[in-house]
């Protein structure tokens, strides 16, 4: 069974460019998490997904990131216009009950804004 | 003060050492705990849920103590393939799977 996917492992672009980010989570997953990583640091939640509603974006600044899941399977992550400290990596996870609480995580998608 | 305290070390251990890490938690209404394993430049993984009698596996120890708010992994007979970064993830009471709050992490480094 495929595990969750995060597509592009690696960007680089300029500040003030777009960039976005695309997972497909585990078959069957309900529940789809975008979580922002520094270095040095945990996770931490942007932004969850019940099917295609987002049940809890309060952490994710909405004046440039956007996020859609529009059939409930998989999502994009969008950054505009980026800012040199978006640098980071953007992790997606995925979770389905009984396991709610066990997330299964991406790869990750490594962003450098210079 | 943040609501998930780690020690981020790094612990520099050799082989075969028993290694100790302990978190803290800040909202002593949380619920669930568990402890993640992430190596270098890979994603988080479970490494094993905590529960308040304790559980074991393997040579992995995890420990609850709701009175002090602070949950422990121990390693016993560590290995290298042990070197990673350990997350300590509360989540808060009512939140189950909603908000999974991670620590920053503890860097174990075990060497030969």
């Known amino acids: 069974e495929a595990g969750v996917v995060q597509s592009p492992r690696y960007k680089i672009i300029e500040k003030k460019q777009p960039v976005a980010f695309w997972c497909n989570p585990i078959?069957?997953?309900?529940?789809l998490y975008w979580y922002l990583q520094n270095l040095g640091q945990g996770p931490e939640l942007l932004i969850r997904?019940?099917?295609?509603?987002?049940?809890?974006d309060s952490q994710l600044p909405k004046d440039r990131f956007s996020a859609e899941r529009l059939k409930g399977v998989d999502s994009t992550l969008k950054i505009q216009p980026a800012e040199l400290g978006d640098s980071a990596v953007y992790l997606c996870?995925?979770?389905?009950?009984?396991?709610?609480?066990?997330?299964?995580f991406g790869a990750g998608s490594r962003l450098t804004v210079l | 003060r943040k609501e998930v305290e780690q020690d981020p070390g790094p612990f520099n251990v050799p082989e075969g050492a028993t290694v100790a890490f302990n978190c803290t938690y800040s909202?002593?209404?949380?619920?669930?705990f568990f402890w993640y394993r992430q190596d270098c430049r890979k994603e988080p993984k479970l490494l094993m849920s905590?529960?308040?009698s304790g559980n074991e596996d393997g040579r992995f120890t995890a420990q609850l103590n709701r009175a002090s708010q602070y949950i422990s992994l121990l390693i016993r007979d560590s290995k290298l393939s042990d070197s990673a970064t350990y997350l300590c993830?509360?989540?808060?009471?009512?939140?189950?799977?909603?908000?999974?709050?991670f620590g920053k992490g503890t860097t174990l480094s075990v060497s030969s």
């Open positions: 993830v509360v989540i808060p009471l009512g939140q189950a799977g909603t908000a999974l709050i």
């Open positions: 905590v529960y308040s």
């Open positions: 078959s069957g997953h309900n529940t």
């Open positions: 996870a995925s979770s389905s009950p009984p396991g709610a609480n066990v997330l299964t």
């Open positions: 909202n002593s209404a949380s619920q669930s």
């Open positions: 997904y019940e099917n295609e509603e987002a049940v809890d």
